[in-house]
């Protein structure tokens, strides 16, 4: 029989200081140890043990030049978190808070959302720590071809298939799906979210945005509410958010906030109009990191340094970054008459403000779950790519809701309680373990 604190201050000693990674393990476990204690095969088979390691980790200097002509030099990583169910897959992060640590923790999260899509694929994450921030066309050509010259040796269409993540989105996957071609010949497809004209998939822009409405709408169908006419808080304003907006306003509701480092706009009109949606695409692609020209731009309020949770709703979707939203957040939405907090950002909420929802009536949709959409039309890409074939819009858009009511109804198997409430935290995880934790015992040590 294991338990928990044992388990935890384990994995703390082999991973010091890697405090996201610890979150996020702690997490899970929290779900999956009684599974595990009720299981002598996950027992014998030291599934807990080895789930909680990655496969293996690969760490790489990049060096580029700047614009001055100055060498500059940054840190790249992939993370092989696990292969059990299907080759590893998962997104880049280029952002300057990146670290092991937090490639560690996204990387284990990928690995049970990617079981969640019922997709054959495993979990992986890499990255780096360079800053986009200000930097030219040619800066960002210049490092991505440096980052994939050493890439390129562990990757591969049935090995290891990258993504976008923050910092990574059309542009720089056409630049690192370009090197990879250069240098290996091959149009496998071995990058997802790549432009349509050479093997990207339809709605793959949209689609994490897209499948958190889609969960969303399964989570109020449950509750025995609708999406329309709802008041919606987002943070955020890169990819995640935008199709975010967009899908929310196509099915009725009201998305009044999004939000950057410098604060967060308040549009009491709704951020509703194909200009305003889409002049989130140009705040991104200024590479400024500010979302202030909104305001300005539409007579919108701006909050300088704020976060958007103190604004009255009755959803919130933290669309941005890990640990943006606390449990002093919590308690402002939960005081303000929020009933529904939608994680869609990875690991968007800290420890205390997922303990804090638990003591609320609100109810939370974990991340893993949630933003699952985005991953789950990479894998979408990948069968296209393999067979030589584009999907249609409305095909891809069509598989993506069925993936999306199915993770619903994995939560709804697993995390249903005695009430009849569900726990969505404990039905993804438990969900996403079990195939996993299965695969790892059929295939032996
Ligand atoms: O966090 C995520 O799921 C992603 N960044 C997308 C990964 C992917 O392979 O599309």
């Known amino acids: 029989m294991y338990d928990l604190e044992k388990v935890v201050s384990e994995i703390e000693r082999k991973n010091p200081g890697q405090k996201e990674f610890l979150q996020a393990c702690r997490e899970v476990i929290e779900s999956v140890l009684p599974v595990i204690n009720d299981n002598p095969l996950y027992i014998k088979n030291k599934i807990l043990e080895r789930i909680t390691e990655p496969d293996r980790i690969i760490e790489f200097r990049v060096c580029w030049e700047d614009d001055n002509g100055e060498i500059q030099v940054n840190r790249g990583w992939r993370v092989q978190f696990n292969n059990a169910i299907g080759p590893y897959k998962g997104g880049l992060r280029f952002h300057p808070s990146v670290t092991l640590d937090t490639l560690k923790f996204l990387g284990f999260e990928q690995t049970f959302k990617n079981s969640l899509t019922t997709l054959p694929m495993g979990g992986g994450k890499g990255g780096s720590d360079f800053s986009p921030k200000g930097k030219s066309d040619s800066e960002i050509l210049r490092f991505c071809k440096a980052f994939m010259s050493e890439l390129a040796n562990y990757i591969g269409p049935n090995t290891d298939v990258p993504a976008g993540d923050i910092g990574v989105g059309g542009r ?216 030589h074939i584009y999907w249609r819009a409305e095909e891809v858009d069509e598989r993506l809701k069925h993936i999306m009511k199915s993770i619903h109804s994995q939560c709804v198997k697993e995390g249903t309680l005695e009430d009849g409430s569900i726990d969505y935290i404990a039905g993804a995880n438990i969900a996403g373990f079990k195939k996993v934790a299965d695969a790892m015992v059929a295939q032996g040590y």
């Open 172 to 387: 720089e996957i056409g630049y690192l799906y370009g090197q990879y071609l250069r240098m290996k010949r091959e149009n496998t497809g071995v990058l997802t979210g790549k432009l349509h004209g050479f093997g990207g998939s339809l709605v793959r822009p949209e689609a994490t945005g897209y499948g958190a409405m889609y969960f969303a709408e399964e989570v109020l169908k449950q509750a025995g509410e609708s999406i329309v006419g709802k008041r919606i808080s987002v943070s955020g304003f890169g990819n995640v958010a935008w199709g975010a907006v967009k899908k929310a306003t196509e099915l009725g509701a009201k998305v009044v906030t999004i939000s950057g480092p410098d604060g967060y706009v308040l549009d009491e009109d709704g951020i509703n109009t194909d200009e305003k949606i889409n002049y989130m695409l140009y705040l991104r692609s200024s590479n400024q990191d500010i979302v202030e020209p909104y305001a300005k731009k539409f007579g919108a309020k701006f909050f300088k340094g704020k976060k958007p949770w103190e604004v009255p709703v009755d959803m919130a979707f933290c669309c941005a970054i890990q640990n943006e939203l606390n449990a002093e957040d919590v308690k402002t939405l939960n005081k303000n008459g929020c009933r529904f907090l939608i994680e869609t950002s990875n690991m968007g909420c800290t420890a205390d403000a997922v303990a804090e929802v638990k003591k609320t009536s609100m109810i939370f949709a974990p991340g893993k779950a949630v933003n699952a959409g985005g991953v789950a039309v990479s894998g979408l890409e990948m069968s296209q790519n393999s067979a």
